[in-house]
């Protein structure tokens, strides 16, 4: 399977505890990015990384969220002291590099769901 | 700011019913539109894209998309719906090289 891959797929944890999810995006893609998905939204733009440079950090990402890449490769995003409001899907997507290839199309792993009780 | 709006949250069609959902942006630049789709358990995917040429993007499953840049819209149609169309829709939009924003989505549901 060459697709974006995220793993765990589900977590729970409790409130206060840290978590950390990572991500495998496909091999070729450059750009990495992190979304957030709760139920009845769009996707929200958290972070995107070109290789191991972080580009750009939401104003959703507070300071207890910390993602990193530091081979250019694989991607973690941790959460720290947890609240119940972090409760939602965690998606990666990655992309390609925007030249040659136009329009900057992300490719979605399919998620990890958290559960903050 | 971009921004996406999907004009309709909830949709409920009979079967061979035609189906259009709404997509409007805000941006004023030269902007990369985008529709994916979620089915039921599974993950996001693409469903079609446009980046520049004909405004009318033809994408998988008969779906087809219509760029009215006078508009700022990208709405999605397909002349006749199945009940395996069920999913919920997201239109997406990105300026070269920055980050993807999505709309809140549309939930489309096909009764057999």
């Known amino acids: 399977d060459t697709g974006v891959s995220q793993n765990p797929r589900h977590k729970i944890t409790k409130r206060g505890q840290n978590v950390t999810f990572r991500c495998d995006p496909i091999?070729?893609?450059?750009?990495l990015y992190w979304y957030r998905q709760t139920l009845g939204q769009g996707p929200e733009f958290l972070t995107y990384?070109?290789?191991?440079?972080?580009?750009?950090k939401s104003r959703l990402l507070s300071d207890r969220f910390s993602a990193e890449r530091p081979k250019g490769s694989f991607s973690t995003l941790e959460i720290q002291r947890t609240e119940q409001g972090d409760s939602a899907m965690y998606l990666c997507?990655?992309?390609?590099?925007?030249?040659?290839?136009?329009?900057?199309?992300?490719?979605f792993g399919e998620g990890s769901w958290l559960t903050v009780v | 700011a971009q921004s996406v709006s999907q004009h309709n949250h909830h949709v409920i069609l009979s079967e061979a019913a035609s189906l259009e959902l709404g997509c409007n942006y805000s941006?004023?630049?030269?902007?990369?539109l985008f529709w994916y789709v979620q089915y039921p358990g599974q993950h996001l995917q693409l469903l079609l894209k446009?980046?520049?040429?004909?405004?009318l993007v033809k994408g998988i499953k008969g779906f087809e998309a219509e760029f009215i840049k006078s508009k700022f819209s990208f709405n999605l149609r397909k002349p006749s719906v199945q009940w395996s169309d069920t999913a919920e829709y997201f239109c997406?939009?990105?300026?070269?090289?920055?980050?993807?924003?999505f709309g809140a989505g549309t939930r489309l549901f096909v009764k057999a």
């Open positions: 990384f070109q290789n191991e440079a972080q580009l750009e």
């Open positions: 997507a990655s992309s390609p590099a925007v030249r040659p290839q136009p329009g900057n199309t992300i490719y």
């Open positions: 091999s070729e893609h450059n750009r």
């Open positions: 997406a939009v990105n300026e070269e090289g920055f980050k993807t924003i």
């Open positions: 446009y980046f520049s040429g004909d405004p």
């Open positions: 941006y004023g630049g030269t902007v990369n």
